[in-house]
């Protein structure tokens, strides 16, 4: 494993067999940029589906019911063509993932809310990688895996996770409360919902997408070292 002997750093991510075409881009551009290589891609085991068709309206009326505004967004987006950045690109044309050993696994439920990956691959993983990075297929990580590699496990926030924690909406609440500026968090994830250590925070004007507004705040990046 490099992280002992060199700059390196072995890449591990948790991922289903597509992901968004813009995590597909952080992961090229990582491997393009630093010295880092994907060596394991961890997947659950495939599932024998049944019929849902019940289970699933349930879940789905149970979601307008608790959420009726954020519903009608979902709504509306579902009428919209998807943006070409939240395309799905198979995980396999990532350069390295070819050859990546793929790890597969069937997570279980921790003892609240969230998965726990189970302890043979949380071994696994910790002998393996040095980082961990959790990609479109994993929910909520709890337990051993977050302190299992070196660097623990990385995930995105969109929004200012300082400002908008545990929250969903992918740049809403910003609009919503007339902030000049959006961005995108990338954190070391602990257990408790986005409260995990910063490694990059980057914000974006957003000020010229309201009218008669002007663009007052400056792209910036603050990075934060990765413990």
Same mark, same amino acid.
Request: charged content about 25%; some cysteine; hydrophobic content about 35%.
């Given at each position: 494993?490099?992280?002992? #002997? *060199? *700059?390196?750093?072995?890449?591990?991510?948790?991922?289903?067999?597509?992901?968004?075409?813009?995590?597909?881009?952080?992961?090229?551009?990582?491997?393009?940029?630093?010295?880092?290589?994907? #060596?394991?891609?961890?997947?659950? &085991?495939?599932?024998?589906?049944?019929?849902?068709?019940?289970?699933?309206?349930?879940?789905? %009326?149970?979601?307008?019911?608790?959420?009726?505004?954020?519903? %009608?967004?979902?709504?509306?987006?579902? =009428?919209?063509?998807?943006?070409?950045? &939240?395309?799905?690109?198979?995980?396999? *044309?990532?350069?390295?993932?070819?050859?990546?050993?793929?790890?597969?696994?069937?997570?279980?439920?921790?003892? @609240?809310?969230?998965?726990?990956?189970?302890?043979?691959?949380?071994?696994? %993983?910790?002998?393996?990688?040095?980082? %961990?990075?959790?990609?479109?297929?994993?929910?909520?990580?709890? $337990?051993?895996?977050?302190?299992?590699?070196?660097?623990?496990? =990385?995930?995105?926030?969109?929004?200012?996770?300082? &400002?908008?924690?545990?929250?969903?909406?992918?740049?809403?609440?910003?609009?919503?409360?007339?902030?000049?500026?959006?961005?995108?968090?990338?954190?070391?994830?602990?257990?408790?919902?986005? $409260?995990? $250590?910063?490694?990059?925070? &980057?914000?974006?004007?957003? @000020?010229?997408?309201?009218?008669?507004?002007?663009?007052?705040?400056?792209?910036?990046?603050?990075?934060?070292?990765?413990?």
């Amino acid at each position: 494993m490099g992280a002992d #002997t *060199d *700059d390196s750093l072995d890449i591990g991510v948790l991922c289903s067999d597509a992901i968004p075409r813009w995590q597909r881009r952080a992961l090229d551009r990582a491997i393009a940029e630093t010295s880092a290589e994907i #060596t394991h891609v961890v997947m659950k &085991e495939p599932e024998v589906r049944g019929c849902r068709t019940v289970p699933y309206y349930r879940r789905a %009326l149970r979601r307008v019911r608790n959420y009726p505004l954020w519903s %009608l967004v979902g709504v509306g987006r579902s =009428l919209t063509p998807t943006p070409e950045h &939240e395309r799905f690109d198979p995980i396999s *044309d990532v350069e390295g993932v070819s050859t990546a050993e793929r790890v597969y696994c069937r997570p279980e439920p921790a003892d @609240d809310f969230g998965v726990e990956l189970p302890a043979p691959v949380v071994d696994e %993983l910790a002998a393996a990688v040095d980082v %961990l990075v959790r990609c479109h297929g994993f929910g909520i990580l709890k $337990g051993e895996i977050l302190q299992a590699p070196q660097h623990g496990v =990385l995930s995105y926030h969109f929004g200012d996770i300082n &400002e908008y924690r545990g929250r969903m909406g992918r740049g809403f609440w910003e609009f919503v409360g007339g902030d000049a500026a959006t961005g995108v968090t990338l954190q070391q994830i602990t257990e408790t919902i986005d $409260g995990g $250590g910063i490694v990059v925070l &980057e914000r974006v004007n957003i @000020d010229v997408c309201t009218p008669g507004r002007r663009s007052s705040v400056a792209v910036t990046s603050s990075r934060r070292g990765c413990s």
